[in-house]
């Protein structure tokens, strides 16, 4: 999966609004893969607008739509890792983008996002928008 993208919040929001320089990123990578973790967030997001029924039906056609990666043992692993160098470090990050991050180290995955928090998180490769 390397070179491939792993999509956060923002980035699959900005996907929905057809925003041309996330669609010029997205669009010659061959493989995009969303954290089950940010299906969650978009559901939570959705369910507080006030459009409920249509970004439902929006999300569960995208999320039929693409590989959801799932947390696991492995992931659990690099979730330790991280969030043990961010409080040493004394730069927490919010803990759903801590397990965000792990899947992207996990699979080898390039983070898109534009949340500079991740910046925080060493090593993780991370393009924006």
Request: hydrophobic share 45%; charged share 15%.
């Amino acid at each position: 999966m390397s070179g491939n993208l792993l999509l956060d919040t923002n980035a699959v929001i900005a996907f929905f609004k057809m925003e041309p320089s996330v669609l010029t990123l997205v669009g010659p990578i061959t493989e995009c893969f969303v954290p089950s973790i940010v299906i969650g967030e978009l559901y939570y997001g959705a369910l507080h607008s006030t459009q409920v029924s249509q970004n439902t039906e929006r999300i569960q056609i995208f999320a039929e739509s693409v590989m959801i990666l799932d947390c696991d043992r492995e992931t659990a692993s690099e979730y330790g890792r991280i969030k043990h160098n961010l409080r040493t470090a004394g730069t927490p990050i919010p803990e759903n983008d801590i397990w965000i991050a792990a899947l992207a180290f996990q699979y080898g995955l390039t983070l898109m996002s534009n949340d500079s928090h991740f910046d925080f998180v060493s090593g993780i490769n991370r393009v924006s928008w």
